[in-house]
């Protein structure tokens, strides 16, 4: 069992978690992450390792509530145990090489993309950071985004804070007038990371994208997180989760992503009433 | 009396009733049906039934207990050679080992010798204490191992072997799983109906309380790696992680909706319990109309999953004729009983889909040409044969290959092209003090193999660390 130690309520439906896991503290670089199961009935569902102290053997997840499991997670309070947490999983990013980045998050995907904001600025590299969400208070991370970037740029779709309108158009205007970016990380939304990766296809600037697959072991022994990458099937879990952007079949993992949308809105639905 | 010359029958569930239900299908001797069988042993002095057993259980001697009376003694006599009598019981393919040796096979059929193991196995679980078998275990103590650190990779039964016999000499074993649960393919794999799960953790207690330890939720290569283990004095190390990757057909439209892995499937099912979905909250979705690919024990096994999750039409698609199949016959059998449909001489060439999902898979005809290098008669295509099986499930059960996972994260340890980890034949590797076993090794065999790898393992084990601290 795991114990948490600290909860942040970031925006409404977005939790942030630190979580006493002294093995997987140690271990996790920028980019790996972590499966858990939070009761003896649940699924076991992927989550970025935000952060971690090697010290103190805490890390620290982010996410969003977006159906049962992580809803289940967000109602769970200092003190309360999770039953299972299994990692660092997947590849970390490599990071040498890279002069001048600029990374992308939208919506909790943020919370994924920060501790490499961090890795790629405590390399040296030259950071810009753009973070979207749909409306103010569901940007999250801003303080430290600007901790750890030379720039940050923020989103909304409503205008409510920041530039009025999509990442995608600050990314833009980034790519016409700075010759000299050699790499964009793009982490969200699977729709945002596809436009992210078609802007940046015509510059034909390298682009890394972080998948977020349905998974279930994690180990590279169910399958239930493969994509096509290249014209070749990768494991997400393994293999993954980031991988070259212009290699993706983005429509295909759109459409996995769905697979089971009618039991979970089931079990979802089921929540709700508990709720209420 | 004459001997009765079939082998007493097990009693099970009715076919109808079972399909719709994920309780096990046998129930199992009684007393007096396992006395009557236990009659029907000879007593072979040169015992060819232990030549079968991969790990040499002294059959005649516990079927003779069994007939004194005493199922207790019977236990001692198989735990002293295989400490997972009451899973080896239920799924050992007998037929093709210990009882494939049976005198009594030859006329007429073999003493049915698993079915005894399960009974006297199942027998003592229910029995068992911690305190009886103490005073024998101090017996096995070795004084120059006790307390030393040995760390198990896996808890499959190659690991689950190897953990217990090493125990029993004084050793402090730990076993590391990646997952959240003990057993590897008996907990993820192998159906509730087939072994119930509770069974897998009463073998697990009973190893437990050998003193074994056990670390669930790590990833041996990604959470600690090898070398990391030998810094925290762990003296040897096992490897037992299994070949736990899913193969798939490469045809079009396998990354569809409703195309799973055997292991996806059966892991949501088993591990996950989605059978009790929406209690428990991994969701698995088979719809009305499911083919399997491939035919053996775990093609058998998600057929009859699939069913039991209300399926209404199962077929089990396999290029191959009926004798080919590899799946124990028993299986086959039980599977035919419940209603699944064979479409044999059938090679699946594309999944078709509409908006996402499976809507139908396109299978070739094929029919039997000339024997192979294997003698097996090479299944060729029918041309202009292609028709489409209407589906919304398809499951790949084609088989496994070794996860590289731990290997491509170890330095020094050598692998086969296959990827297989090489060991000689004491099942060391390639690197010192570390040695594996089971399916790893082998690539997938069967439960009975992967134990016997594993305690022959922990014997070369105790013996490199005897030889170490002579020095
Ligand atoms: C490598 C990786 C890292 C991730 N990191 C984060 C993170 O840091 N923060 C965050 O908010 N989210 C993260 N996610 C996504 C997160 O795992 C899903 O939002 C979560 O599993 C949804 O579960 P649910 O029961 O709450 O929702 P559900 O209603 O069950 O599902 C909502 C949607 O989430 C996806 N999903 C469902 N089950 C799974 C599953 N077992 N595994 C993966 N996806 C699933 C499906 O697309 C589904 O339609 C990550 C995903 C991956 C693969
Ligand atoms: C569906 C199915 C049905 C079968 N039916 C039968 C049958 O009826 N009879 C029979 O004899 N055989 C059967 N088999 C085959 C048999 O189950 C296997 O041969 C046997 O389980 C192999 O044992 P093992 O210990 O080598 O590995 P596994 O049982 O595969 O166990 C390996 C364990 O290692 C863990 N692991 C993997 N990587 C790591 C890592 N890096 N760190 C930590 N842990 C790790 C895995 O999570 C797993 O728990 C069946 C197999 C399947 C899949
Ligand atoms: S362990 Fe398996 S092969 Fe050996 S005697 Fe028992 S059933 Fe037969
Ligand atoms: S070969 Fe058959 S009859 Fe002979 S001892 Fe073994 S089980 Fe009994
Ligand atoms: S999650 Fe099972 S193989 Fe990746
Ligand atoms: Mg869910």
């Not at chain 1, 991988?243 to 295909?252: I, L």
């Not at chain 2, 050992?92 to 049976?102: G, H, I, L, R």
């Not at chain 2, 760390?151 to 029993?168: E, T």
């Not at chain 2, 059966?266 to 083919?291: D, S, W």
């Amino acid at each position: 069992m795991y114990e948490i130690l600290a909860k942040e309520v970031l925006a409404p439906t977005i939790k942030k978690l630190k979580v006493k896991a002294p093995l997987i503290a140690k271990k996790t670089k920028a980019g790996n992450f972590i499966i858990l199961r939070v009761d003896e009935k649940g699924e076991r569902i992927p989550l970025t390792v935000a952060d971690y102290e090697r010290k103190t053997g805490i890390i620290t997840i982010i996410f969003q509530e977006v159906g049962y499991s992580t809803k289940l997670l967000g109602r769970m309070e200092p003190g309360d145990k999770i039953q299972d947490i299994v990692g660092p999983l997947g590849h970390h990013i490599d990071l040498e090489g890279y002069q001048k980045v600029v990374l992308l998050g939208g919506g909790s995907g943020t919370a994924l993309l920060y501790p490499k904001v961090r890795a790629f600025y405590e390399q040296g590299a030259e950071v810009i950071s753009i973070t979207g969400a749909r409306t103010k208070n569901l940007v999250i991370l801003e303080e430290e985004l600007e901790s750890f970037s030379d720039r940050v740029f923020i989103a909304t779709d409503d205008g409510s804070y920041g530039h009025k309108g999509y990442v995608t158009d600050i990314l833009k205007d980034l790519l016409i007038q700075e010759k000299d970016i050699d790499l964009v990380v793009a982490i969200g939304p699977v729709p945002m990371m596809k436009a992210v990766s078609d802007l940046t296809a015509e510059y034909e600037i390298e682009t890394i994208v972080s998948l977020n697959t349905i998974m279930v072991d994690g180990t590279g022994m169910c399958g239930a997180c493969r994509v096509t990458v290249g014209g070749e099937r990768k494991f997400t879990c393994v293999d993954g989760p980031a991988f070259d952007a212009h290699q993706v079949d983005f429509e295909e993992l759109i459409n996995r992503l769905n697979f089971y949308q009618n039991e979970e809105n089931l079990v979802h639905s089921q929540a709700v009433e508990e709720d209420n | 009396m004459s001997l009765q010359k079939k082998k007493t029958p097990m009693k099970e569930q009715k076919a109808e009733k079972r399909i719709r239900n994920f309780d096990e299908v046998p129930f199992g001797y009684t007393k007096e049906e396992a006395l009557v069988e236990a009659d029907r042993c000879l007593q072979c002095k040169h015992k060819p039934c232990v030549e079968g057993c991969p790990v040499g259980v002294p059959i005649p001697q516990f079927i003779q207990a069994l007939k004194n009376g005493n199922p207790e003694e019977a236990n001692q006599i198989i735990k002293s050679k295989n400490n997972l009598p009451a899973i080896c019981g239920r799924v050992c393919p007998q037929e093709e080992q210990c009882e494939a040796k049976c005198v009594m096979g030859i006329k007429n059929e073999a003493v049915a010798i698993g079915r005894l193991e399960r009974y006297v196995a199942d027998y003592n679980l229910e029995k068992e204490t911690a305190e009886s078998s103490k005073s024998e275990l101090e017996k096995l103590k070795i004084a120059e191992l006790t307390d030393k650190k040995v760390a198990v990779i896996g808890s499959g039964p190659a690991s689950l072997a190897a953990a217990a016999d090493l125990a029993k000499s004084g050793l402090k074993v730990t076993i590391f799983e990646a997952l959240h649960k003990t057993g590897g393919v008996l907990r993820y794999g192998i159906p509730e109906f087939r072994l119930p799960k509770t069974i897998v953790e009463q073998e697990v207690e009973s190893i437990k309380k050998l003193g074994v330890e056990i670390k669930l939720n790590v990833v041996v290569g990604k959470s600690i790696t090898i070398e990391e283990l030998f810094e925290q004095n762990y003296k040897s190390i096992f490897i037992g992680v299994g070949a736990g990757l899913p193969r798939f057909l490469n045809i079009p439209g396998e990354n569809l909706n409703g195309v799973y892995s055997a292991n996806e499937f059966l892991t949501r099912v088993n591990l996950m319990k989605a059978f009790k979905y929406p209690e428990y909250k991994t969701p698995v979705a088979v719809g009305n109309k499911v083919a399997i690919v491939g035919a053996g024990n775990v093609a058998m096994d998600a057929a009859r999953t699939a069913k039991r999750l209300g399926a209404e039409d199962v077929y089990v698609v396999y290029r191959r004729s009926e004798e080919q199949m590899p799946a124990r016959s028993e299986e086959i059998h039980h599977a035919q009983e419940e209603g699944i449909e064979f479409k044999l001489l059938n090679n699946p060439i594309a999944i078709k889909g509409e908006k996402g999902k499976v809507k139908a898979m396109e299978c070739q005809k094929m029919e039997l040409g000339e024997k192979d290098n294997s003698g097996r008669r090479r299944p060729l295509p029918i041309k202009n044969s292609n028709w489409d099986l209407e589906l919304d499930t398809v499951i790949i059960a084609i088989g496994q290959n070794p996860n590289p996972l731990l290997t491509a994260n170890t330095k020094d340890l050598e692998t086969k092209s296959w990827g297989g980890i090489k060991v000689d034949s004491g099942q060391k590797t390639s690197r010192e003090g570390v040695y594996a076993g089971g399916d790893i090794v082998t690539g997938g065999a069967t439960v009975i193999q992967a134990m016997g790898a594993g305690k022959k393992a922990a014997q070369n084990i105790k013996n490199y660390l005897l030889e170490k601290s002579k020095k």
